[in-house]
């Protein structure tokens, strides 16, 4: 039986007055994602249409899943909102914070050695306000999220941006900060603004060596990083129908990549046996009831130019595999000629050191099935790899059943590397080099998202490539970037020329699922007796202490702390990595705000002008010699600042530190709202050539604060250093609502403040 399966029942039980509603206000056919969207109106019943991209829309969420790395703060901040219980369905999961190394026993015990601190501080909270608690090893929260918990036709936010996994078992599924989750936590409404509609159709069906994965990433390769934003992504149309729940997940997961508020399909057969697959058969009757109202109105998909505002499509039949990178998930290549031609123009390193299998998007059953399907042949036609190889398992549930079949076994004579059921290189959390910042020039192909700078070692020189799970198979075996599995032949052990024949696989286990210990701990019924305690001189964990709101008269002589260069993207602003291990730690994790941003006077990370003295420093160090003499700054950036993860510590951090105001000339969904949340202002130019005029001595003054207001620009008067003046015109997304948070010092602070009252 699922969990919460009476609370799932409810929103079914309601779904049809409430679309049926919807319909009508709207006065039109509606789509999936609108139907999700009414039917968890905040207010229950809607009343009137929303204007897409413009109106802010209070929801009603119904659970919350939190990975370790943000869960810390999130809980810490919940701690302060004075609630006994989470007011919804809440798990919290134990998968950021494992390094892969050696392989998973080791890393395991290395983990629960080094983070036990942070694991028992998680585990006392879950229980004290009666969240759910997976442990160390369980599994990667997404994976863990879609088999135990995502239902079609559902709404859930999680402290991750690749919560919208779960959109490929049909639910709105949105990455959000940990803020946000605490407002739900708290029993608040939650906020967004109501989202503008892209449509992708799928015809066709995948087949050979396409792959689930070559669909987001064409995808990206269509709309860009930043062409989903304030977007939501539906997929539609005989391509959608025909592929597997868990590839449905994968091309849902990336769609964080292209800035998309979530990415969903409506409810079909294949996730109906998924459900069934893994022992929800009741979700799965209780959907089938429902199941017009889980998927468009047929107007909606028969015509989608006139109900999307834009439209894409994908003859999946005639998609090849791909590989996107490097440094960015959406510069998107076809294998082979066009490889070799690129890469030698880029000058990319053609040998790849390794590939790597897994995360949260390709980690499923099917995924490391079809993989292992490469593997088998290579064995079989005397092969060696000629590149590393690693396999990270979704979930213990994964790892289990693979391990059962025989599939990791086959990865494992290759001499593949079977790390924990956690996200490990995915996010950073992979020990490659002692000392990452000075590591060779390399090529990796692997199935994860992001493919940042830095990003999966710490090694700014690391090529970092996105691509299947069965291609990054098929290129170890090759060991180059250009290796083409449909035309290429090897040379095996043998001297004799083999190739590859298409990869197969399983969607589901033909003996079905099996698990010993999933990783499950459930919380107690009683938590109120549960004294979670955090030690005064620890360097994992601090309490929180509120944010002093931002008075008017503090907002002049405000400093410039950096002018950001190019993509700066939350990786950039608080980098993860070995910073993991302070998430729980605004005062120490603040030691890393922006040092990896570039600044724009002299094309270097963490070296800023500190206008005290003339001499130059580390962001953070400059930042903190502003805030002890009661000084403000600002921070200025480019296009799609704070691009990629749900990371609130991105605004955290310079909140701490002593930031008032983010400039930018857009910015990236969450990060804005995170800034929002934390009390900062958080600005666009309205001229965006304006941006040129910002000088690295220049002092802000912000002359008409006091009259903040919703649709109303905020003007700053920009004195350079030797005296003359720019006013600057910028434009902010508050509404009233939001500017409480900042007049209060920060959404929790109201929180509190409605709570005690």
Excluded at 333 to 360: Q, R
């Amino acid at each position: 039986m699922a969990f919460d399966i009476d609370m799932i029942k409810k929103v079914y039980a309601q779904m049809a007055e409430r679309v049926d509603k919807a319909r009508e206000v709207v006065g039109k056919p509606l789509t999936l994602s609108e139907k999700i969207l009414y039917s968890h109106l905040w207010d229950e019943t809607p009343n009137n249409p929303f204007v897409r991209g413009k109106d802010y829309v209070e929801f009603a969420p119904d659970r919350i899943a939190c990975q370790d790395a943000t869960a810390q703060m999130a809980l810490l901040q919940f701690m302060q909102a004075g609630k006994k219980n989470v007011a919804v369905p809440t798990t919290v999961h134990c998968d950021h914070l494992i390094q892969a190394k050696q392989g998973a026993k080791a890393d395991l015990k290395h983990a629960n050695e080094t983070s036990s601190e942070v694991f028992n501080f998680l585990e006392s909270v879950s229980n004290k306000y009666g969240i759910g608690f997976w442990a160390p090893g369980a599994g990667i929260i997404h994976q863990v999220v879609l088999e135990n918990y995502a239902f079609p036709g559902g709404m859930m936010i999680g402290t991750d941006s690749h919560t919208v996994n779960a959109g490929g078992l049909g639910m709105v599924a949105i990455g959000v900060g940990g803020a946000d989750a605490v407002d739900v936590m708290a029993g608040m409404p939650w906020e967004l603004k109501f989202p503008k509609l892209i449509g992708v159709r799928l015809t066709g069906k995948l087949s050979g060596w396409t792959a689930p994965k070559d669909v987001i990433l064409k995808v990206a390769e269509i709309l860009t990083a930043k062409g989903g934003t304030g977007a939501i992504v539906e997929y539609f149309g005989p391509g959608a129908t025909a592929m597997s729940c868990t590839g449905k997940g994968t091309i849902c997961n990336m769609g964080a990549e292209i800035g998309a508020t979530t990415s969903t399909f409506g409810y079909d057969e294949s996730m109906e046996r998924y459900l069934r697959a893994t022992e929800r058969a009741d979700v799965a009757d209780a959907a089938n009831k429902v199941k017009e109202y889980l998927t468009a109105d047929p107007e909606v998909y028969a015509n989608p130019e006139d109900y999307f505002d834009q439209v894409i499509e994908i003859n999946l039949s005639e998609l090849g595999p791909l590989l996107n990178g490097p440094f960015t998930p959406d510069l998107s290549t076809n294998v082979g000629e066009e490889m070799t031609e690129k890469a030698t123009k880029n000058d990319w390193p053609i040998m790849v050191e390794w590939g790597l299998i897994g995360s949260c998007t390709n980690s499923s059953y099917e995924d490391l099935s079809r993989a292992s399907s490469i593997a088998q042949q290579g064995i079989d036609k005397g092969l060696k790899i000629k590149s590393e190889l690693g396999i990270n398992p979704g979930s213990e549930q994964v790892r289990y059943t693979a391990e059962r079949d025989g599939i990791l076994g086959i990865f494992e004579d290759l001499g593949a590397k079977i790390f924990t059921n956690a996200c490990g290189p995915c996010i950073g959390q992979w020990a490659r080099y002692e000392d990452p910042k000075n590591a060779p020039k390399n090529s990796i192909v692997h199935s994860f998202n992001r493919n940042f700078a830095k990003r999966a070692d710490g090694n700014p020189n690391t090529h970092a490539f996105v691509a299947s799970p069965e291609l990054t198979a098929a290129i170890a075996f090759a060991g180059r970037l250009d290796f083409n599995p449909m035309t290429d032949a090897l040379i095996n052990e043998d001297g004799e020329e083999v190739r590859f024949e298409e990869p197969t696989g399983w969607e589901l286990p033909p003996k079905g699922f099996a698990v010993e210990e999933n990783g499950y701990v459930a919380p107690m019924e009683d938590g109120s007796g549960v004294e979670v305690k955090v030690a005064p001189d620890s360097e994992r964990l601090q309490l929180l202490t509120p944010f002093e709101p931002i008075k008017d008269e503090d907002l002049s002589n405000v400093k410039l702390l950096i002018k950001a260069f190019g993509k700066c993207t939350t990786d950039h602003i608080s980098m993860a990595g070995p910073w993991l291990r302070y998430r729980g730690h605004l005062d120490n994790i603040s030691n890393n705000c922006l040092i990896g941003a570039v600044n724009a006077f002299n094309k270097k990370t963490n070296f800023v002008k500190n206008q005290l003295d003339g001499e130059y420093g580390g962001v953070p160090d400059t930042q903190r010699e502003y805030k002890a003499k009661g000084i403000y700054s600002i921070v200025v950036g480019d296009h799609n600042y704070g691009e990629g993860s749900s990371r609130e510590h991105a605004a955290m951090e310079p909140r701490h530190l002593g930031v008032a105001a983010v400039l930018v000339k857009s910015f990236a969904r969450i990060h804005e709202t995170n800034l929002k949340k934390q009390g900062m202002l958080a600005l666009t130019f309205v001229n965006e050539a304006d941006y040129d005029k910002i000088q690295e001595d220049d002092t802000f003054n912000f002359v008409d604060i006091a009259g903040f207001a919703p649709d109303t620009p905020l003007t700053i008067e920009v004195t350079h250093a030797d005296g003359s003046t720019d006013t600057i015109k910028t434009n902010h997304t508050y509404n009233n609502a939001q500017i409480r948070w900042y007049r209060e010092g920060s959404a929790l602070n109201l929180i509190k403040k409605q709570n005690a009252s």
